[in-house]
């Protein structure tokens, strides 16, 4: 569920008509709904209600500061990539000790940034990485709290390029290689091994991979146990997908997902720790464009629109669906063609969708782009020097611009010319 719907015949973001804000901002512009950013948080926290548990929202699939702290103010930890993501979540205000961090290239840098600043683990993901952590905390004089990230070898069922969790993938330590890893930690300074991290894909729509990979976290726990280990807190990493066309078949629920974790995990008596990004920002955000031209082809008519495929990319790079509706409601039995719906840079990939079926529409009309709220506004790009696209948030009947839009002198001012130009 989401909170942009039609009402008066105009799509609205809860209270707010998206023609309004087209109106302050311009198009293109992403739009946020912080009711639905909200209610996506408390439907996974509810669902692990009575264990011990911390959900860390997955930053990387949208890290405005409005964002964060929407979600920090509701209790969400965050689960950080790098440096910068780091820098973003404590610059929302959430505390070193609900941050994770995860990533498979972790520099020197990046290690102190989080030591001085506060973190509550990193999230290992080979034998390097534990070696140069070991010796970057030992020489501050502290100890690093560490999950291994253990690649199980399940295939999650999803698009190839969002797959993490089989053996040909590049994340994680080998489950074989578990027992070696950690009697290894247990043997280094500056790192104390509390847990076990797994993570195995994006835009997963069935539990059973889950399941599969949980079982095997749940074995090797005891396993470690058996060796000495103090396996304490279990970091089982997101995934869960979303619905990106409606009236398809729905993803399973965080319930079914928390009721999955406890039927698995439960008697282990650990601290859980769950990474969810995309479901709780995806259907919290969509992308207004509007209609540039409707030029007429011999075998396709094309919508060009003044969004691009730098402003969104996932279409492109996935090929992945986003339903796309006007934003001024079509009457009922009103006639509809298929259209080609395409950006303004110059690539034939500039493309969100091939023969979608629309209202008539023309020159000037609004459209939007639904689910976009995750890995849209942090995947963009300013390809063939199109300024980066204003965000903007939504909480009831008032919004308000949480990114600008930069002017093309902002854009060049970032360059710098060599003395010798």
């Known amino acids: 569920m989401d909170h942009f719907l039609y009402n008066g015949g105009k799509l609205h973001a809860e209270d707010v008509p998206l023609s309004r804000i087209a109106e302050a901002v311009g198009t293109p512009f992403y739009c946020y709904s912080t009711a639905t950013l909200t209610r996506h948080f408390k439907l996974f926290d509810e669902a692990l209600q009575g264990m011990d548990h911390l959900v860390c929202y997955a930053m990387k699939a949208n890290s405005n500061q409005a964002v964060l702290r929407t979600l920090g103010a509701l209790g969400a930890g965050m ?3 790098s440096g910068g993501e780091y820098a973003r979540a404590r ?4 505390p070193g000790d609900r941050i994770v961090f995860s990533g498979v290239g972790k520099t020197r840098e990046e290690m102190r940034m989080a030591l001085e600043g506060g973190i509550r683990q990193f999230n290992v993901e080979s034998e390097p990485e534990l070696e140069r952590l070991s010796a970057v905390a030992a020489s501050l004089g502290l100890s690093a709290p560490v999950a291994i990230r253990i690649n199980p070898d399940v295939d999650a069922r999803t698009h190839e390029k969002i797959a993490t969790g089989r053996k040909e993938d590049k994340f994680g330590i080998p489950i ?5 890893v950690y009697a290894r930690a247990a043997s280094l300074p500056g790192v104390e091994a509390i847990g076990i991290d797994v993570h195995i894909g994006s835009q997963l729509t069935a539990l059973e991979p889950f399941e599969q990979a949980y079982g095997k976290v749940a074995d090797l726990t ?3 146990r058996q060796d000495g280990h103090d396996i304490r807190r279990l970091d089982l990493g997101g995934g869960l997908g979303i619905p990106y066309t409606r009236g398809n078949q729905a993803p399973p629920l965080p319930s079914d997902y928390g009721a999955l974790i ?3 995990l439960g008697d282990l008596e650990c601290e859980i720790e769950i990474e969810p990004g995309r479901l709780i920002a995806g259907n919290a955000g969509l992308l207004v464009s509007e209609v540039v031209y409707v030029k007429q082809g011999e075998g396709s008519d094309f919508l060009i629109i003044d969004a691009a495929m730098n402003d969104l990319i996932r279409p492109a790079m996935y090929g992945a669906h986003h339903d796309i509706v006007p934003l001024v409601e079509p009457e009922p039995g009103a006639p509809t063609k298929p259209y080609d719906i395409v950006g303004p840079v110059c690539e034939s990939g500039d493309t969100f969708a091939k023969g979608r079926e629309l209202p008539l529409l023309a020159e000037g009309d609004l459209l939007a782009l639904r689910s976009a709220g995750a890995y849209g506004a942090v995947m963009a790009s300013e390809y063939n020097s199109r300024p980066l696209i204003p965000e903007v948030l939504v909480n009831g009947d008032q919004f308000a611009v949480i990114r600008k839009r930069p002017s093309y002198e902002e854009m060049i001012e970032r360059d710098t010319i060599p003395h010798w130009l």
């Open 222 to 224: 005891r396993q470690l």
């Open 79 to 81: 689960d950080v990539v």
């Open 176 to 180: 074989s290689r578990a027992h070696a």
């Open 91 to 94: 610059a929302a205000g959430i």
């Open 262 to 264: 406890r039927r698995t």
